[in-house]
């Protein structure tokens, strides 16, 4: 009898090896779809075979009162164990339960495998026992997270110091913490066959214009990747252009932006495992545009903006334009300055592109390494790389004087644009612009600029012109464009977003 | 679609090595020539002798730190002949290892003596050349052009910038016209005016501002004094010229200095009065202005107010008698650089213009100027 | 992998849009040479000419405006047939609108080439001096190439945004350069006979070429927006600018000099002192700056062209985009037949008037001929669908 129930486990086993195999990458979808059984022991061997015998795979095995066997199963690590100990086996083992509630307080019942398997992956731990298709999910995630701290990339002096954690849970809450709206969504997506990456999509309902929504999810669904380690794989997968340089979908650290661009109708994505969240659609003037420009007087914060467009051109185009003036156009120059430039340079080799070149990789070597290196020396390195390497240069007569100044001043240009994503394009673009000014000078940049304004022209962020609200023109629009206009004068919500909501605020609720 | 860029790129990446930046000059491969100077061939040379002044850049102080101090070399002059200008510059291209750049003459040095003859072939190249400034000053130099390039101010390192702040410090000031070579151009083109010059004198160290050249028919005819050009301007531009020194009548070295602040100037053409028939231009010039010297102060008048009286009517009397004869001598040498014609071309055009040859009318046309002075100050003095 | 655009609408050309178009594209070379030939004739009344010249053009637009809104969505080349034969003979109404449809196509192609070809002879002879003129018009060439691949919305919003690049230098020129004129060579206001103001105004009708492209653009448009408004208002404002510039040109140089110089515009930058302005001799950047108003007049009225000859073979966009990278090899050849400067400008002169013919014949016919098969009248607005 007893060889019959092993010659008969033995063919289970071999069936469920078979089926297990059949689909031999392990990834989500290949685990099957099916019920467990009822036997406890079937299924720790089912689950284990899943994870392949992973030794961080915990399977503890315990009796509850009634007397039947049970067991929880979990990842090691990813799970808070005094939850585990104290209310799942405690409560099970000492307390006479009739019927099953672990004193977690978030249960749920399956008898799916497929599910099962994505619970544990995901720090939850399952409770099997004897006897029962019915297999509980416990939520005792518990993981070490890095706490809600001041975020590293977008510092405002004025506003709010939290950020983004890696934390999905953590995140959701605190733009819920800001929104305190019923009618803000969230459509959770599972994205990644591999990384099974847990992707919240939010907007707010009434605002948000549908359409837009429906394709920012229907994009993420339609995502075919193995892995979502950061939300730069899902930006780059669902904008518009792939091959543009510029960015068509915004992301922030910060949960004040999110909050503030959901309330113009925009789309939210935030992505488990990584701090920065995604903002859909986008336009180019946000990426010159910082929260602290609402949070300031309109004055000054109008001022700043007209500073960051500025720092901006001048990192697009300063070094060109020096090229261009100094190799096509130097009648542009005053004669008494052309006279200092020419002497600077009398002693430089290279014709100027070439010293713009050298200098501008130079900096950007410094920049990257700055970045490299650990915290407190990077800084340090950079100001002393480049001061003494731009002395020696000079002193040495490889450079000119004036380049020096030019390729500091651009770089520090590049650095006052609040968003670091076009930051770089503008950094990147420099260099073809640089290489237009040395064959045709002025002219050469005006094509790069026409070539790049068409382009500009041609995007379009899930169906938002990329330059609007200047082309289309928007006037209402145009109040929030280089210009900050006071927050009783901005009524409505920029209508390029096609917001259904219009009113931001009602004519009664001012004083 | 999507491989767009890509091709783009390539095809750029292609055009610039086919191409070579045809245009692509560094700043110290151009040869910049600040100034031209325009000279008559000697006796056996051929028609044109032109120097130029070229800036040594590595010998101007302030560049690199290395340089300085021997201003006496900072520029090089050089001195060619030719058959035209253009002629003349391409010989000099041959004595230099770099391109002439004439992007930044802001000077055009033109001697007295060619001037005379007529300037016409030499502003032909001028007007063609694309490089040329519209704003360069082309100047009229008494004696030999090239003097004026071989300065050696010691204000500034560069003899050129000398006279660059020169004429636009006397710009600012009121006191030296801007007459660049657009204003030459135009003024020639019209047929109802003529055109002036300014006109220096160069010494061995320095550099001297004697009046305006007046031209006709791209002819020098005749010069102005600064006295006159101040008239000139004031009439003119309503620009406020220099000061006026008038002695006073009746004493010894007493004189007056009235400074002019503020100039409005009306022409209006009205049927002659006098010599019955015609018209008659009449110029009302007001001049405001401050009392700046009065000496020998020992004359003394019964009252501030009387003081005052007295100066406006003397000085009006002096300023007109400046005038008149700043008109004479454009009527003698029939050059109307007052845009005398413009006004009756424009406002008198077929009652007048239509019928008369003003180049040959201009020489009798009556012309009265009538001089307004409002004194406004007496400066920090209060006693007369 | 090509992104579908689900549930992203078509944008129509706003009047705005409309506008920006129709002036951009009228805003061209001609503005360079324009103070000289406005005033040739016209002497000191120059500034009369583009007043004159561009009355030809309120009528066309007018007309052109009228017939897109007879035949809603459609363009000149989609509409053709339907005038010339009733739909139920569309090989008749083929073979009838050919012509037209080929003489419209062929004169603007031809007249782009021109525009480069003058674009490219400015460039040369005053910025880039040693840079050959068959480059410049490549590149030039290319930008247009490199537009013609993208939509046609893409055309509207890269006119817009241009736009301000175009307007603003030739104000801020007009504008600045008052500080130096002088009134008095606008006078005496009347020397000329009535007859040649218009004879003067002829040489100006050049410079308001260009519009004729809305025979195609026209059928992208919003439907409630007002074509026949952003006709007017973007002729009108062409010839505020134009007006001015010519103005600013006679006051500085006078008739007499203007006559002289070859592109008096750009002399006009070159007399411009700004006070305050680190830099000096303001031509070269004008110039660059200029590229975008040439860009506009050239790449909008190529990318008529090539949309047209799509429509004429019923073909989608990877037609065009071939299309547009062949249609400039013979194009290339047509602006180089010129042989020298003054042929240019005679060839343009003509160019100008031949326009002129054109766009006041074809439409007047057109309605003519609507008129005698009783078909013209406007269909009611439809709702904006888009």
Not at chain 1, 65 to 84: E, P, S, Y
Not at chain 1, 474 to 488: A, E, I, T, V, W
Not at chain 2, 297 to 311: D, H, L, Q, V, Y
Request: a positive charge; proline letters at 5%.
């Amino acid at each position: 009898m007893s060889q019959f129930w092993n010659a008969w486990n033995k063919r289970k086993d071999r069936l469920r090896n078979q089926t297990l195999e059949q689909h031999a990458n392990k990834s989500m979808d290949s685990v099957k779809d099916s019920p467990v059984t009822s036997v406890l022991e079937d299924n720790i061997v089912l689950i284990e075979q899943q994870f392949g015998k992973s030794d961080d795979l915990v399977v503890r095995r315990f009796q509850i009162t009634t007397g039947k066997d049970a067991a929880v199963i979990f990842l090691d690590g990813m799970v808070d164990r005094n939850v585990i100990s104290d209310f799942v086996i405690r409560s099970l083992t000492t307390e006479n339960v009739t019927y099953l509630s672990p004193a977690s307080n978030e249960l749920e019942t399956t008898n799916q495998l497929r599910q099962i398997v994505r619970n544990i992956l995901s720090g939850n731990s399952v409770l099997f026992i004897d006897g029962s298709t019915e297999v509980y999910l416990i939520n005792s995630r518990g993981w070490d997270r890095r706490s809600v701290m001041e975020p590293q990339t977008e510092s405002v002096v004025r506003g709010p110091r939290d950020g983004f954690t890696e934390t999905l849970s953590v995140n959701a809450a605190l733009i819920r913490f800001r929104l305190k709206d019923p009618n803000l969504r969230v459509k959770h997506l599972i994205v990644g066959q591999r990384t099974q990456t847990d992707v919240f999509v939010m907007h707010i309902d009434g605002v948000a214009h549908p359409p837009i929504v429906e394709e920012v999810i229907r994009r993420i669904e339609n995502l075919n990747l193995d892995a979502i380690l950061e939300t730069g794989y899902i930006e780059q997968m669902i904008q518009d252009h792939r091959y543009s340089p510029f960015p068509q979908i915004q992301n922030t650290e910060r949960p004040d932006k999110i909050v503030a661009n959901l309330l113009e109708g925009k789309v939210a994505i935030l992505v488990d495992g990584t701090p920065f969240v995604l903002i859909a659609p986008a336009v180019l003037s946000q990426f010159y545009q910082s929260p602290e420009d609402y949070y300031e007087r309109f004055y000054i914060a109008s001022l700043i903006r007209f500073i960051r467009v500025i720092s901006i051109l001048i990192a697009l185009l300063l070094p060109s334009l020096y090229i261009a003036f100094s190799s096509f156009h130097p009648e542009m120059i005053p004669s008494r300055l052309v006279i200092a430039m020419a002497a600077g340079r009398s002693t430089v080799p290279f014709p100027s592109l070439v010293e713009a070149m050298f200098m501008e990789i130079a900096i950007e070597i410094l920049r990257e390494a700055s970045v490299r290196l650990p915290g407190p020396i990077g800084p340090t390195i950079g100001i002393v790389g480049a001061l003494v390497v731009g002395e020696a240069a000079v002193s040495a007569g490889l450079v000119s004087p004036v380049m020096v100044i030019i390729v500091a001043v651009t770089t520090i240009g590049s650095f006052a644009s609040p968003s670091y994503s076009a930051a770089i394009a503008i950094r990147m673009l420099r260099f073809p612009v640089m290489f237009m000014a040395g064959l045709f000078g002025l002219y050469g940049i005006m094509l790069f600029i026409i070539v790049m304004l068409v382009h500009l022209s041609s995007i379009k962020s899930f169906g938002v012109p990329y330059l609007s609200p200047i082309s289309p023109l928007n006037l209402k629009g145009m109040r929030d464009l280089f210009l900050r206009f006071p927050h009783h004068l901005m009524k409505l919500r920029p209508s390029m977003f096609r917001v259904h909501d219009k009113i931001r605020m009602r004519e009664d609720d001012q004083s | 679609m999507d491989k767009r860029w890509s091709y783009l790129c390539l095809l750029l990446l292609c055009l610039s090595f086919l191409a070579g930046c045809w245009d692509r000059r560094e700043l110290e491969e151009r040869a910049s020539v600040l100034a031209i100077a325009i000279d008559a061939g000697g006796e056996d040379e051929e028609r044109y002798r032109v120097t130029v002044q070229i800036p040594i850049p590595i010998k101007i102080a302030g560049s690199s730190g290395q340089g300085g101090g021997g201003n006496s070399n900072a520029v090089k002059v050089m001195s060619v002949t030719g058959r035209t200008i253009t002629d003349a510059t391409n010989n000099l291209q041959l004595r230099l290892n770099q391109r002439l750049f004439l992007g930044h003459t802001r000077v055009v040095a033109i001697s007295e003596e060619i001037a005379r003859e007529g300037i016409e072939d030499i502003l032909d190249g001028f007007r063609r050349e694309a490089l040329i400034r519209r704003l360069l000053w082309p100047i009229i130099v008494r004696g030999k052009a090239s003097s004026l390039l071989e300065i050696k101010p010691q204000l500034a390192q560069i003899p050129v910038v000398f006279i660059m702040d020169l004429v636009e410090n006397g710009r600012k000031m009121g006191t030296i016209p801007d007459k660049t070579l657009g204003d030459y151009l135009n003024e020639t083109s019209n047929k109802s005016m003529q055109p002036f010059l300014n006109y220096v004198e160069a010494t061995k160290r320095e550099v001297k501002w004697i009046g305006t050249a007046i031209f006709h028919d791209h002819k020098m005819v005749g010069s102005l004094t600064p006295i006159q050009t101040w008239s000139l301007m004031q009439l003119r531009n309503q620009k406020r010229g220099g000061d006026v020194i008038m002695p006073l009548a009746g004493q010894e070295d007493a004189y007056v200095t009235l400074r002019p602040r503020f100039v409005d100037t009306n022409l209006t053409i009205q049927p002659n009065k006098f010599k019955g028939g015609g018209l008659e231009a009449v110029f009302s010039c007001e001049v405001q202005g401050d009392i700046m010297e009065y000496v020998p102060g020992n004359i003394r008048f019964a009252s501030p107010e009387k003081f005052i009286e007295a100066m406006q009517k003397e000085l009006k009397q002096e300023m007109e008698k400046r005038a008149r004869q700043m008109i004479q001598k454009l009527q003698k040498h029939n050059s109307d650089v007052l845009k005398l014609g413009l006004h009756l071309r424009s406002y008198h055009f077929h009652d007048y213009w239509v019928h008369h040859d003003w180049n040959k009318a201009f020489k009798d046309f009556p012309i009265r100027v009538e001089y307004t002075i409002k004194l406004r100050r007496l400066g920090m003095e209060m006693e007369q | 992998m090509k992104r579908q655009d689900n549930g992203t609408p078509r944008y129509g050309f706003t009047t705005w849009q409309q506008t920006c178009l129709i002036t951009s594209t009228l805003i061209g070379v001609g503005v360079l040479t324009l103070p000289r030939t406005s005033s040739s004739r016209l002497l000191e009344a120059g500034w009369m000419a583009p007043l004159v010249g561009s009355l030809g053009a309120y009528i066309s637009i007018w007309m052109i405006a009228k017939l897109s809104r007879r035949f809603p969505g459609m363009t000149f080349v989609e509409y053709s047939p339907l005038v010339w034969a009733s739909k139920e003979s569309p090989k008749l109404g083929k073979l009838l609108s050919i012509p037209w449809i080929f003489v419209y196509l062929s004169f603007i192609y031809v007249a782009t080439g021109m525009v480069s070809r003058i674009f490219g002879e400015v460039v040369v002879t005053s910025v880039l001096l040693n840079t050959p003129l068959e480059v410049i018009m490549i590149t030039m060439f290319l930008l247009a190439f490199f537009l013609s691949l993208h939509d046609v919305d893409v055309v509207a919003r890269v006119n817009e945004i241009l736009f301000p690049l175009i307007i603003f230098p030739v104000l801020f020129i007009a504008i600045a350069s008052f500080q130096k004129a002088d009134w008095s060579y606008l006078f005496p206001l009347i020397r000329v006979s009535g007859k040649s103001i218009f004879e003067g105004a002829y040489e100006a009708v050049y410079s308001f070429s260009g519009f004729e492209i809305m025979l195609i653009f026209y059928a992208f448009t919003q439907h409630n927006s007002g074509k026949e408004k952003a006709g007017f208002v973007g002729i009108l404002m062409t010839m505020v600018v134009y007006t001015l510039i010519v103005v600013a040109g006679i006051t500085v140089f006078g008739y007499e000099e203007l006559q002289r110089l070859t592109w008096p515009t750009l002399e006009l930058v070159k007399t411009t002192q700004v006070p305050g302005l680190i830099l000096e001799r303001l031509e070269s950047a004008f110039l660059a700056v200029w590229v975008a108003a040439v860009f506009t007049t050239v790449a909008n009225a190529y990318y008529a062209v090539i949309y047209g000859l799509r429509q004429c073979f019923n073909k989608g966009m990877v037609f065009q985009r071939i299309a547009s990278a062949f249609l400039f090899i013979p194009l290339f050849f047509i602006a180089l037949i010129p042989q020298n400067i003054v042929e240019i400008f005679q060839i343009s002169s003509y160019i100008g008037i031949g326009n002129l013919v054109l766009n006041l014949g074809v439409p007047t016919i057109y309605w003519i001929v609507l008129f005698l098969r009783g078909k013209a009248g406007i269909p009611k607005e439809r709702k904006a669908d888009g």
